[in-house]
Nanobody, 122 residues
Framework: VHLVESGGGLVQPGGSLRLSCATSGFSFSTYVMRWYRQAPGKERELVATIESAGSSTNYADSVKGRFTISRDNAKNTVYLQMNSLKPEDTAVYYC????????????????WGQGTQVTVSS
């Protein structure tokens, strides 16, 4: 199983980045997908969630209206479009596959990517 994030980097405040997470080795189209982030000295934070068909999404209040999660099940890839970036968005961003959701239960193994650094600074 592989989850490989890309697209991170250094951007000025107000700028945009698009993160990608290319996956292989599991049934991507049946899995809920998530993006987390972790800033230095802070706990890992759930940023965005997308259901398996892409029909439903959820966001942390801190990124609502600025970030958009999407997925392409034909490419086994999930994306995070980040606009109007702020210095407080600086963190390592991780792609997460928590499992196949049925109600409130997740089935299958959980997978994580290795993370990609996003730095927002002038």
């Amino acid at each position: 199983v592989h989850l490989v994030e890309s697209g991170g980097g250094l951007v000025q405040p107000g700028g945009s980045l698009r993160l990608s997470c290319a996956t292989s080795g599991f049934s991507f189209s049946t899995y809920v997908m998530r993006w987390y982030r972790q800033a230095p000295g802070k706990e890992r934070e759930l940023v965005a969630t997308i259901e398996s068909a892409g029909s439903s999404t959820n966001y942390a209040d801190s990124v609502k209206g600025r970030f958009t999660i999407s997925r392409d099940n034909a490419k086994n890839t999930v994306y995070l479009q980040m606009n109007s970036l702020k210095p407080e968005d600086t963190a390592v961003y991780y792609c997460n596959a928590p499992g196949v959701r049925s109600g409130t239960i997740y089935y299958g193994r959980m997978y994580w990517g290795q993370g990609t650094q996003v730095t927002v600074s002038s």
